[in-house]
RNA sequence: UGGGGUGUAGCCAAGCGGUUAAGGCACGGGGUUUUGAUCCCCGCAUUCCCAGGUUCGAAUCCUGGCACCCCAGCCA
């Protein structure tokens, strides 16, 4: 099955996979690899990378895919993180299955390879600081000067780097380099260094290492000791390819991978660098990670987006070597797409106005059948209480309305969904503040149900709870982190924070049935939004709820 | 003349010498609707960064420019 075949738009991996399968390179096998580093949570980024590892891998005949953890540098690494990223994949929708791997359970073999090529003479230890080092490998259009140390003998290397195995020296007083060429005009040719001296616990090793390897060392390595046919990556890694190509080439290694670069995501109005996401957090502009304004992984699952729309977005953002900035909107817009097909509608009044329905009778409770959904009969209907008094929202009344409203006004006739029509008569108001504090309205019994028998129409219809069996509830409005399309690009991005990214909502009147609502559980609050049962926060009985993203509103456009 | 990349609509993105230059998002217009939602129509690049050239024919090939991004960690 060739991805066209399987309706998916083509883009330049699929191209050089399908290549590769029709001359059956690989024995016609491909072996991807997500390989991240556990030093922080997974965000969209890592998302569009996800997809792309594990949606090749399962869009081609005995594709696989492994979860490989990049852990070569015990000083920003830590089991969380590697907790948090195994969820995260899981959640997306993905399994590696019996493949996972560390790269730390490659350190014997990566430690043998690196003796290999001493004695090739392809490798020396050097004593050169990390300042002179950076003296002597020249600049951007200077050419380096070798290392004094570049001419060491191979048992003097031999000894030298078994003695920084064995923890006898300092950290920083000797690196082992690969000794290729400190002309190159690319800068990682010149001499990088494999392995460093770092006597820091690991979290997987413990201390059994004085030293660690470099990535571009590893990751070649760890690469074709898996048997991965196309490994792929951003195109920063673009000019270390020459050094992952070099490596292969040196070692008898069990293959050679081939390395595939493409430009990673950005999103407008957020950021996806670590570092700021962590200065984010940092400072509490967000309470943590999974703040649902984060554009972590765990973030938008708290938020509500569903996992299906984010693979979605990833598969029609494209897969380019253009860098690019999504507009976010396109990710809502999945979003959107996803939650309209499967999510029940029902009633919620954010900033309840009350209503009294004056001819109806006191004391009096019946119950109208409201379907979950407009065209899904499948997801059924529930029934809820209709009563004397009411709360409508506070948008929904205009006492001086201009025509172009279809919602309440004194004298005006609107629908309450699935129950009566309605007609305002009398604006109460608080004789301190001129707030409105009451509408007085009547009903038309023949409207039960939301239709006249007279065949009269009216222009609105408007959502309602009744005030007797309404539940309160917490309820948080996000929305977008920045006021800015790139914050990323301005010199102070703190300034470009939104200030409203979030409002909360603790006066909510929400229909009664919503009141057992489980954590992660997700509904359209009618002609609002949808909303998702915050995962943490929601207490059995008192769900509390994250606006995951508007309805599309037509009417915000009109006003302007 | 350090090296490596990228330029197709407001934002993405197909396209691979012969197509009316796909599709999505956004935007505009209309229809259906008990959500100003959904859904459904219609519109939206005489032109592909620019300039030359090759060719019967060029977004696709060639030459020369221009713009933007990445690289001088003992980070990944």
């Given at each position: 099955?060739?991805?066209?075949?399987?309706?998916?738009?083509?883009?330049?991996?699929?191209?050089?996979?399908?290549?590769?399968?029709?001359?059956?390179?690989?024995?016609?096998?491909?072996?991807?690899?997500?390989?991240?580093e556990p030093n922080?949570?997974?965000?969209?980024?890592?998302?569009?990378?996800?997809?792309?590892?594990?949606?090749?891998?399962?869009?081609?005949?005995?594709?696989?895919?492994?979860?490989?953890?990049d852990d070569t540098n015990p000083d920003k690494e830590?089991?969380?993180?590697?907790?948090?990223?195994?969820?995260?994949?899981?959640?997306?929708?993905?399994?590696?299955?019996?493949?996972?791997?560390?790269a730390?359970?490659?350190?014997?073999?990566?430690?043998?390879?690196?003796?290999?090529?001493?004695?090739?003479?392809?490798?020396?230890?050097?004593?050169?600081?990390?300042?002179?080092?950076?003296?002597?490998?020249?600049?951007?259009?200077?050419?380096?000067?070798?290392?004094?140390?570049?001419?060491?003998?191979?048992?003097?290397?031999?000894?030298?780097?078994?003695?920084?195995?064995?923890?006898?020296?300092?950290?920083?007083?000797?690196?082992?380099?690969?000794?290729?060429?400190?002309?190159?005009?690319?800068?990682?040719?010149?001499?990088?260094?494999?392995?460093r001296?770092r006597?820091t616990?690991h979290?997987?090793?413990?201390?059994?290492?004085?030293?660690y390897p470099m990535y571009?060392?590893?990751?070649?390595?760890?690469?074709?000791?898996?048997?991965?046919?196309?490994?792929?990556?951003?195109?920063?890694?673009?000019?270390?390819?020459?050094?992952?190509?070099?490596?292969?080439?040196?070692?008898?290694?069990?293959?050679?991978?081939?390395?595939?670069?493409?430009?990673?995501?950005?999103?407008?109005?957020?950021?996806?660098?670590?570092?700021?996401?962590?200065?984010?957090?940092?400072?509490?502009?967000?309470?943590?990670?999974?703040?649902?304004?984060?554009?972590?992984?765990?973030?938008?699952?708290?938020?509500?987006?569903?996992?299906?729309?984010?693979?979605?977005?990833?598969?029609?953002?494209?897969?380019?070597?253009?860098?690019?900035?999504?507009?976010?909107?396109?990710?809502?817009?999945?979003?959107?797409?996803?939650?309209?097909?499967?999510?029940?509608?029902?009633?919620?009044?954010?900033?309840?106005?009350?209503?009294?329905?004056?001819?109806?009778?006191?004391?009096?409770?019946?119950?109208?059948?409201?379907?979950?959904?407009?065209?899904?009969?499948?997801?059924?209907?529930?029934?809820?209480?209709?009563?004397?008094?009411?709360?409508?929202?506070?948008?929904?009344?205009?006492?001086?309305?201009?025509?172009?409203?279809?919602?309440?006004?004194?004298?005006?006739?609107?629908?309450?969904?699935?129950?009566?029509?309605?007609?305002?008569?009398?604006?109460?108001?608080?004789?301190?503040?001129?707030?409105?504090?009451?509408?007085?309205?009547?009903?038309?019994?023949?409207?039960?149900?939301?239709?006249?028998?007279?065949?009269?129409?009216?222009?609105?219809?408007?959502?309602?709870?009744?005030?007797?069996?309404?539940?309160?509830?917490?309820?948080?409005?996000?929305?977008?982190?920045?006021?800015?399309?790139?914050?990323?690009?301005?010199?102070?991005?703190?300034?470009?924070?939104?200030?409203?990214?979030?409002?909360?909502?603790?006066?909510?009147?929400?229909?009664?049935?919503?009141?057992?609502?489980?954590?992660?559980?997700?509904?359209?609050?009618?002609?609002?939004?949808?909303?998702?049962?915050?995962?943490?926060?929601?207490?059995?009985?008192?769900?509390?709820?994250?606006?995951?993203?508007?309805?599309?509103?037509?009417?915000?456009?009109?006003?302007?």
């Amino acid at each position: 099955m060739t991805a066209e075949e399987n309706n998916r738009s083509a883009n330049f991996i699929r191209h050089i996979i399908n290549e590769d399968l029709a001359q059956n390179k690989n024995e016609g096998h491909v072996h991807t690899r997500f390989p991240p580093e556990p030093n922080g949570y997974l965000h969209v980024g890592h998302a569009k990378s996800i997809c792309l590892n594990f949606g090749l891998a399962s869009e081609y005949k005995n594709g696989l895919c492994n979860l490989r953890f990049d852990d070569t540098n015990p000083d920003k690494e830590k089991v969380e993180y590697i907790d948090s990223i195994m969820d995260d994949i899981h959640w997306l929708g993905f399994d590696w299955g019996d493949r996972l791997f560390y790269a730390s359970d490659y350190f014997e073999q990566l430690y043998d390879y690196a003796v290999h090529l001493i004695k090739e003479g392809k490798a020396y230890v050097d004593s050169l600081s990390a300042e002179k080092m950076r003296e002597y490998r020249g600049t951007l259009k200077q050419p380096g000067r070798p290392s004094p140390d570049r001419n060491r003998s191979v048992e003097e290397n031999l000894e030298l780097f078994a003695g920084m195995r064995a923890g006898k020296f300092a950290d920083g007083e000797y690196v082992l380099r690969a000794k290729i060429d400190m002309a190159s005009p690319n800068i990682n040719m010149r001499d990088p260094t494999i392995y460093r001296i770092r006597k820091t616990k690991h979290h997987r090793t413990g201390d059994n290492w004085y030293i660690y390897p470099m990535y571009d060392y590893t990751h070649c390595i760890s690469d074709a000791l898996e048997g991965i046919t196309h490994s792929l990556c951003t195109l920063e890694f673009e000019d270390h390819r020459p050094l992952y190509d070099w490596f292969l080439d040196q070692l008898p290694v069990p293959c050679h991978p081939q390395q595939i670069e493409f430009a990673r995501l950005n999103l407008n109005y957020t950021v996806t660098s670590k570092r700021k996401l962590n200065e984010l957090v940092e400072v509490n502009h967000v309470n943590g990670w999974d703040d649902p304004r984060m554009p972590t992984i765990v973030g938008m699952r708290r938020r509500g987006y569903p996992p299906a729309a984010i693979r979605d977005f990833c598969e029609r953002i494209g897969v380019t070597k253009n860098e690019t900035v999504i507009d976010i909107s396109v990710l809502e817009n999945c979003v959107r797409e996803e939650l309209d097909r499967s999510t029940r509608r029902v009633m919620a009044v954010l900033n309840p106005l009350r209503v009294v329905v004056t001819n109806y009778p006191e004391d009096h409770t019946e119950m109208l059948e409201a379907p979950y959904h407009p065209n899904q009969e499948d997801l059924g209907s529930r029934e809820v209480p209709f009563s004397r008094v009411l709360y409508i929202e506070q948008n929904d009344f205009m006492e001086d309305p201009p025509k172009k409203f279809f919602r309440l006004g004194p004298g005006r006739e609107v629908r309450l969904r699935y129950a009566y029509f309605i007609t305002c008569h009398d604006v109460i108001k608080d004789e301190a503040t001129g707030e409105i504090i009451e509408l007085r309205c009547t009903y038309d019994p023949e409207t039960r149900g939301g239709n006249a028998p007279d065949g009269r129409k009216v222009k609105g219809t408007i959502h309602w709870v009744s005030a007797e069996y309404a539940f309160n509830a917490e309820v948080r409005l996000y929305d977008r982190l920045f006021t800015v399309p790139e914050p990323g690009r301005q010199d102070d991005w703190h300034k470009a924070l939104n200030p409203d990214s979030v409002v909360t909502l603790t006066e909510a009147a929400l229909e009664p049935g919503l009141r057992e609502t489980k954590p992660e559980e997700r509904f359209q609050f009618e002609r609002i939004g949808y909303f998702c049962a915050d995962r943490k926060d929601s207490l059995s009985g008192k769900p509390v709820f994250n606006r995951t993203v508007t309805l599309r509103d037509s009417w915000v456009k009109q006003k302007k």
